[in-house]
């Protein structure tokens, strides 16, 4: 959802750093069981951007364990991922969030993450669970990549909004469109995967070549496409972005809502609903954490009701847990989308790094 979430981390305040009052546990011990002396009293939390939760719920965690959370902002997923790679074996922080289905296996191939089993799994259905016999990675929330459109724009001009990947090949609506780089981007390598779930494993390059043709614009990131090339953000109304089409989340709409003021009745962005890849995202506790304690308290306390309620208000991304509830603002103003575009992912991690150069040497060049 990132979350992240789309849209929360770049139009609400930064989340920065909690500093209530903690008590460590006596003992801390690495992944290996070994004394490492007293334990932190913070627990550091790597991230992308979008992550965000409230100050209160991050309270009640420090309440439940004694442990403070620190966040780590480290870009877009996965720019984030990479430098955890870099960093193996001594990590940034204790537990990464925000690794997804996109890019999970790449993380664990290359040893990232240390085996946890998560207190709470039961409420997880089973086919998000995507390393459960190893337990690397926990799932946290859900969300789909989708086109979003500037309704204004299309109501303006008369023009109906595109709906599906076809649509947007076709020249009424040539030059409109952003997308994110997916070598760069968690969205951006979605939405590439969700057009070769769509057209096949050779089908894609033909339909990237027909986007190309029509006018197709790519930069790095998710804040860059959505806050500056989106003409439908409050973010795109600023910097006076031109395009009226844009790679983000089916969750995105309920952001406008809520960060405009005065809060309008509908939301002024849409979903081409035809256009969407599901995303699950995960967290993990890291290879070499300082404080692996704190560690599995924090990942045990991403899936219980108390931050699985907070999180789609705060990342706007759907909770995984069967037990959450939705809020009504979420539920009225984000889409549903019924029939996503979906991919293994063994298939995945069999063609990923292919297909984005694939992908490189038919858009960039």
């Not at 037990?323 to 103003?333: C, N, V, Y």
């Amino acid at each position: 959802m990132n979350t992240k979430k789309a849209a929360a981390a770049a139009l609400a305040a930064a989340l920065g750093v909690t500093t209530l009052a903690a008590c460590g546990t006596d003992d801390v011990r690495d992944a290996a069981g070994k004394s490492g002396g007293p334990a932190p009293k913070t627990v550091t939390l790597v991230s992308h951007d979008s992550f965000n939760a409230s100050k209160e719920v991050l309270a009640e965690f420090t309440r439940q364990t004694g442990f403070t959370v620190k966040v780590l902002k480290s870009g877009d997923a996965g720019e984030a991922v990479n430098k955890e790679i870099l960093t193996k074996g001594a990590p940034q922080g204790d537990v990464f969030f925000g690794i997804d289905n996109t890019l999970l296996s790449r993380a664990l191939d290359n040893g990232i993450f240390t085996p946890y089993e998560a207190k709470g799994l039961d409420r997880i259905p089973a086919a998000l669970q995507l390393d459960k016999e190893q337990y690397r990675v926990t799932p946290i929330d859900s969300g789909d990549i989708c086109v979003n459109y500037d309704k204004q724009y299309f109501a303006d001009r008369k023009i109906a909004p595109p709906q599906t990947f076809d649509d947007l090949a076709k020249p009424a609506y040539k030059d409109l469109l952003v997308v994110e780089n997916p070598e760069r981007s968690s969205p951006g390598l979605g939405f590439l995967l969700g057009t070769a779930a769509k057209y096949g494993d050779t089908g894609w390059q033909d339909y990237w070549k027909k986007l190309k043709a029509n006018g197709v614009k790519t930069v790095d990131s998710w804040e860059l496409a959505y806050n500056q090339e989106f003409s439908g953000s409050a973010g795109g109304k600023k910097a006076k972005g031109d395009r009226p089409l844009v790679v983000s989340y089916a969750s995105s709409p309920p952001v406008e809502v809520l960060y405009s003021e005065p809060q309008p009745k509908v939301a002024p962005t849409g979903v081409s609903t035809g256009t969407c890849f599901r995303q699950t995202e995960f967290a993990g506790l890291l290879n070499g954490a300082k404080n692996p304690e704190g560690g599995k308290a924090l990942i045990d306390f991403l899936i219980s009701k108390k931050f699985q309620d907070d999180m789609p208000l705060q990342m706007f991304v759907n909770p995984v847990t069967n037990d959450a509830t939705l809020p009504q603002l979420f539920t009225q103003h984000g889409v549903v989308i019924d029939k996503p575009e979906t991919m293994a992912p063994e298939k995945i991690a069999k063609n990923r790094d292919q297909w984005i150069q694939q992908w490189s040497s038919l858009v960039l060049k």
